[in-house]
Each structure stands twice: as structure tokens, then as C-alpha cells.
């Protein structure tokens, strides 16, 4: 997992898609590509991530699939 700036993400709420503030967070894995159906384990490791650069992590920002095999959480570390 990678940590960086970027521009706020959106997450789930009772009234909607709302923007969520906070830093990137980007899983790949080594060896070969994260697949479109590894979305819960990307988050996993966002999390696990988040949580060791001393940030927390922000359940429920939306992540999106990279067609690059990389899965991107913004907003997901505060």
C-alpha cells in the first residue's frame, strides 16, 4: 500500500455519495496484477496501510480498479 496526497474521495452515506477528505491510498501487489474481483482484499491491505503510516483508515471510502491491476482508495487514510 501507498500513501500520497491526492484530491478528496467520495464515500457512502444514508443521504448519498458525500466527499470524503484525506490521503490516497494505493494496493498493488508484487508479482502480478490485483483483479477487478480482489476489491475486499485491497481494502484490506489499504487498511493495514493506513493504519501502519499511523493514519485511520476510513471504511467507507469508495475505492476504483486501475485496468494497470492497482486499486485506488481516495480520502481513505485520515
Known amino acids: 500500500?501507498?500513501?500520497?496526497?491526492?484530491?478528496?474521495?467520495?464515500?457512502?452515506?444514508?443521504?448519498?455519495?458525500?466527499?470524503?477528505?484525506?490521503?490516497?491510498?494505493?494496493?498493488?501487489?508484487?508479482g502480478s496484477s490485483l483483479a477487478f474481483d480482489e476489491g475486499a482484499l485491497a481494502k484490506k491491505a489499504a487498511r493495514a496501510g493506513c493504519e501502519a503510516a499511523g493514519g485511520r483508515f476510513q471504511d467507507r471510502a469508495i475505492g476504483g480498479y486501475d485496468r494497470t491491476g492497482a486499486w485506488l482508495f481516495r480520502g481513505a487514510c485520515a
Not at 500500500?1 to 494505493?26: E, F, N, Y
Open 1 to 30: 500500500a501507498r500513501i500520497s496526497a491526492d484530491a478528496p474521495g467520495l464515500q457512502l452515506t444514508a443521504q448519498g455519495a458525500k466527499p470524503v477528505p484525506g490521503h490516497a491510498v494505493s494496493v498493488t501487489r508484487a
